[in-house]
């Protein structure tokens, strides 16, 4: 198996690895960097649990090759709090009951983070737009959404 | 959410800490944080994988199973057939006594579902494991197969599984459950209507996002550590000790974070298997599903046929209900055996109703072994039941949520099973239900009460 040197900045930190050539960014995170909050739901691009943000961008990690992240700039749930105080969109989920297994939580986190980061006052139709590509099997459709009202509000409150 | 105080206020004492408080979840901080540890998020140096050969055909006959070319395989470090087993036949409800066991860990002889595990290839990688058991031959006899309920039932049907001897789970009761209750037979012949509907369902994947699977990693002195997904951790525990003819003390089963299983988790499928790899090899195993094999071989909700015959009054007393129940349980009991027994403790619905007749069938099919789902062995039969009351309002030309008041079981009433209705509310919920949906009715059905002392 070829190996590849992969270079990335990870929730902040850098981080060097050797990769085996074709593995997923999701295997890279998980098995070899040790941050297991992307979660492998289908490992075919359809549940949505393994999103990460890559370069600002809401990316499938079991459909990224790792070594084509060299140089990238990628965020993870595991690294939304900072100082250990949860990000609004954590507080959110949080007291809005918006997670029930849990298992969809941290790729739902990341939709909506990069959907508040482009519009921070979203519509619900947005809202719900921007979850689409991440599956709840628990029918916690509702909560989630009003969760993610919820963080925006509160961005907005804070900014005013 | 508001909470209605006047119903049943005299029953009710008001002064609790955690009823109708609103509490956090527990798990929560873990959740939005990804710090929840699943199962699948432990791993060990070394850790193996494990593929299960699986069956290509509905029903045939094992002549030879060759694993030479696939023990050669690179990466490859343990093959496991039914032989090496302690205990391969067996049945997840044993432990409350509902046997006979009949379903082997890897088959042994014979398939009976397309699907079935056959053999487990270990191996350093998980695509190792996969080309190593593509390499495995087994060579199939293939059998005549059935899929069909009532076809099981007929003679002469292809036998299912031996170790019951025919197609259907045998009760203490006989071929099926039964509940007896007045004189059915009278009932109709004093009924101005009568109904007989079929219902039928197909099986539902649960479909969790997290699939099936489990990590098992040795701890030395013939000690196992299992990191599961699995709902019913004591039935898996206690299981594997059976299975693997291993004492409880030797193994260790932590679980409690459950990627969503509505159900599908608590057979026991993985763990034992995977705790034989690890015994036989001293290294960590783990053995997860592919979303391919969650879809096409993890348990499904039975499909089921309900049979409901109703006599019914012109004034909306049903007086008379036939049921008969069919349970597809695939080709393993499993969960099945039980549901069915729901199934005819359930089909009276909340009604009372003067004489009940009901059978309650567990066949089994040369499909996917159903087992546990949301309510399993009940739900397909509220889906049944309510339609089917629907139709008996529209037959009498009555409203069907008053027809509803008019049958529900109330407080002492005795239920074709002989408990006494205690604690129904079920009127009270109709009230509430007419109101929130602005489907009024007469106000002498919003004058009645579940609760009424002395009949």
């Given at each position: 198996m070829v190996k590849v040197p992969v270079q990335f900045t990870l929730n902040g930190s850098e981080k060097a690895e050797l990769i085996d050539s074709g593995a997923t960014l999701l295997h890279a995170l998980r098995d070899k960097i040790g941050d297991t909050s992307p979660k492998g739901g289908c490992h075919q691009g359809t549940c949505g649990?393994?999103?990460?943000?890559?370069?600002?961008?809401?990316?499938?990690s079991c459909l990224t090759l790792a070594e084509t992240c060299n140089g990238a700039v990628i965020r993870t749930t595991a690294g939304l709090a900072e100082g250990g105080v949860l990000h609004p969109l954590q507080r959110a989920f949080l007291d809005a009951f918006a997670t029930q297994c849990?298992?969809?939580?941290?790729?739902?986190?990341?939709?909506?983070?990069?959907?508040?980061?482009?519009?921070?006052?979203?519509?619900?139709?947005?809202?719900?737009?921007?979850?689409?590509?991440?599956?709840?099997?628990?029918?916690?459709?509702?909560?989630?959404?009003?969760?993610?009202?919820?963080?925006?509000?509160?961005n907005s409150q804070n900014v005013a | 959410m508001e909470l209605r105080k006047s119903y049943f206020a005299d029953q009710r004492k008001d002064g609790l800490h955690e009823i109708g408080q609103g509490r956090p979840r527990l798990d929560s901080p873990g959740h939005v944080t990804g710090k929840t540890a699943y199962?699948?998020?432990?791993?060990?140096?070394?850790?193996?994988?494990?593929?299960?050969?699986?069956?290509?055909?509905?029903?045939?006959?094992?002549?030879?199973?060759?694993?030479?070319e696939a023990e050669k395989h690179p990466g490859v470090m343990k093959i496991l057939t039914a032989r090496d087993v302690p205990h391969n036949v067996y049945t997840i409800l044993i432990l409350i006594q509902i046997g006979p066991e009949d379903?082997?860990?890897?088959?042994?002889?014979?398939?009976?579902w397309k699907g079935e595990a056959v053999?487990?290839?270990?191996?350093?990688?998980?695509?190792?494991?996969?080309?190593?058991?593509?390499?495995?031959?087994?060579?199939?006899?293939?059998?005549?197969?059935?899929?069909?309920?009532?076809?099981?039932?007929?003679?002469?049907?292809?036998?299912?599984?031996?170790?019951?001897?025919?197609?259907?789970?045998?009760?203490?009761?006989?071929?099926?459950?039964?509940?007896?209750?007045?004189?059915?037979?009278?009932?109709?012949?004093?009924?101005?209507?009568?109904?007989?509907?079929?219902?039928?369902?197909?099986?539902?994947?649960?479909?969790?996002?997290?699939?099936?699977?489990?990590?098992?990693?040795?701890?030395?002195?013939?000690?196992?550590?299992?990191?599961?997904?699995?709902?019913?951790?004591?039935?898996?525990?206690d299981n594997a000790s059976i299975i693997l003819q291993m004492p409880g003390s030797k193994l260790h089963f932590v679980g409690g974070t459950v990627g969503g299983g509505f159900g599908g988790k608590v057979d026991v499928i993985v763990e034992p298997i995977a705790i034989l790899g690890a015994k036989f090899t001293g290294r960590p195993v783990c053995f997860i599903y592919s979303r391919e094999e969650e879809m096409q071989i993890s348990s499904p909700r039975a499909a089921e046929k309900v049979v409901i015959k109703d006599g019914v009054m012109k004034d909306g007393r049903i007086v008379a209900r036939k049921v008969t129940g069919y349970t597809d349980a695939g080709a393993y009991s499993r969960h099945s055996p039980y549901g069915a027994q729901k199934g005819a403790a359930h089909?009276?619905?909340?009604?009372?109703?003067?004489?009940?007749?009901?059978?309650?069938?567990?066949?089994?099919?040369?499909?996917?072994?159903?087992?546990?789902?949301?309510?399993?062995?009940?739900?397909?039969?509220?889906?049944?039941?309510?339609?089917q009351m629907d139709k008996l309002a529209r037959l009498i030309g009555m409203d069907p949520?008053?027809?509803?008041?008019?049958?529900?079981?109330?407080?002492?009433?005795?239920?074709?099973?002989?408990?006494?209705?205690?604690?129904?509310?079920?009127?009270?919920?109709?009230?509430?239900?007419?109101?929130?949906?602005?489907w009024p009715v007469a106000e002498k059905y919003m004058a009645m009460s579940s609760y009424r002392k002395g009949g």
């Open positions: 649990a393994c999103s990460v943000i890559i370069d600002g961008e809401l990316r499938l849990g298992f969809c939580t941290p790729g739902m986190i990341m939709a909506a983070k990069v959907l508040l980061d482009r519009t921070p006052n979203p519509s619900r139709e947005e809202v719900v737009e921007a979850l689409s590509g991440n599956i709840c099997r628990c029918t916690g459709y509702e909560p989630i959404i009003q969760a993610v009202l919820t963080a925006a509000r509160a | 199962f699948a998020d432990r791993n060990f140096p070394g850790m193996l994988h494990l593929k299960m050969v699986r069956s290509p055909h509905h029903h045939a006959r094992i002549r030879s199973i060759d694993i030479s379903e082997t860990v890897l088959a042994d002889g014979k398939v009976r053999v487990a290839v270990l191996a350093e990688t998980e695509r190792a494991a996969q080309e190593a058991a593509a390499k495995v031959k087994v060579d199939y006899e293939v059998l005549p197969a059935v899929f069909d309920m009532e076809e099981a039932l007929k003679p002469g049907a292809p036998l299912v599984n031996e170790y019951h001897g025919q197609n259907h789970y045998l009760y203490d009761s006989g071929e099926c459950r039964k509940v007896r209750f007045g004189d059915v037979e009278a009932g109709f012949a004093e009924a101005d209507h009568i109904l007989e509907q079929t219902y039928q369902s197909s099986p539902i994947e649960h479909a969790p996002t997290e699939t099936t699977g489990c990590v098992v990693a040795p701890e030395g002195n013939d000690r196992f550590t299992c990191y599961t997904n699995t709902q019913a951790m004591f039935f898996t525990l089909y009276p619905g909340p009604y009372t109703i003067p004489n009940v007749w009901i059978d309650t069938y567990c066949v089994y099919t040369n499909r996917t072994p159903s087992s546990a789902m949301r309510g399993f062995g009940v739900t397909i039969g509220d889906f049944a039941l309510e339609v949520l008053e027809f509803r008041f008019i049958n529900a079981y109330r407080d002492g009433d005795m239920k074709a099973h002989r408990q006494p209705t205690e604690g129904a509310a079920l009127i009270e919920c109709m009230q509430e239900a007419s109101r929130a949906a602005n």
